[in-house]
């Protein structure tokens, strides 16, 4: 049976990210300007959904790319566009209450990419001593700045300053915050961590999921090593800093 479920995971390719035994899902910085907790925590293992749209649309795009959103900073060192990166999502299987909720996790997301401080983290992060990200797809930390404000998924390769995503929210009583596959739009999120994660640690695991849109992995199970990739490192940052949001 273990080895039947990790051929089923290799062949939907499927990402899971789950809670910490401690139960805390935002870290603190430390003192070198890296964080160390994963966003989520633990040991992560893979989804266990099937990977079909299974609920009822109930939603539409509301966090469309129209650039109109004022910058936290008004920082004319950031790229423009940083000041006008967006996000197209669209909800299935959300109430009002949750998507208002959503919609201000992604506000959060824009009003952090927005800033220098930003640009900064992701620019300096460090690992092992030298400014890289663990499992970055041989790209510098600058390429994944530039890659992030091009906002081009895999699946819409479409350079558009934007996230673009589908969302579906579920309930399972499992350590599994949220999973996503490699071959669909849409990342599911747990409503049992979701209802009462603030809308900065909604942020975060929204970035991280959608880093795995644009192209980036972890590995499955935790180690010292994957709090650094990319999705763990920069889904930090949009948590921790968007406290301040």
């Not at 935002?26 to 749209?53: A, F, Q, R």
């Not at 992604?106 to 990200?133: P, Q």
Request: glycine share 8%.
């Amino acid at each position: 049976m273990p080895k039947q479920l990790t051929l089923l995971f290799l062949l939907v390719f499927s990402i899971a990210c789950n809670k910490s035994d401690s139960g805390t899902d935002v870290p603190t910085d430390v003192s070198d300007g890296v964080e160390t907790t994963p966003i989520t925590g633990g040991e992560e293992v893979p989804g266990t959904g099937t990977g079909t749209d299974t609920g009822t649309d109930t939603g539409a795009d509301t966090g469309s790319n129209n650039g109109s959103e004022t910058p936290v900073e008004n920082n004319t060192s950031v790229p423009t566009a940083a000041l006008t990166f967006g996000a197209n999502v669209y909800f299935v299987n959300f109430n009002a209450a949750q998507e208002d909720k959503y919609n201000k996790a992604i506000e959060i997301v824009k009003k952090v990419v927005a800033s220098e401080a930003f640009r900064t983290k992701v620019l300096n992060h460090t690992y092992e001593g030298k400014k890289t990200f663990v499992d970055n797809n041989g790209k510098t930390n600058a390429q994944i700045y530039q890659m992030i404000l091009d906002g081009a998924e895999k699946l819409q390769p479409a350079k558009n300053n934007a996230m673009d995503v589908e969302v579906e929210l579920y309930y399972a009583a499992t350590t599994t915050v949220g999973y996503t596959y490699a071959s669909s739009k849409r990342i599911w999120v747990n409503t049992k961590y979701f209802n009462t994660y603030t809308p900065a640690s909604v942020a975060g695991n929204l970035f991280h999921e959608w880093l795995h849109k644009v192209g980036f992995g972890h590995a499955a199970s935790y180690s010292v090593s994957r709090d650094y990739s990319v999705p763990y490192a920069i889904g930090r940052m949009i948590s921790t800093m968007g406290k301040n949001y």
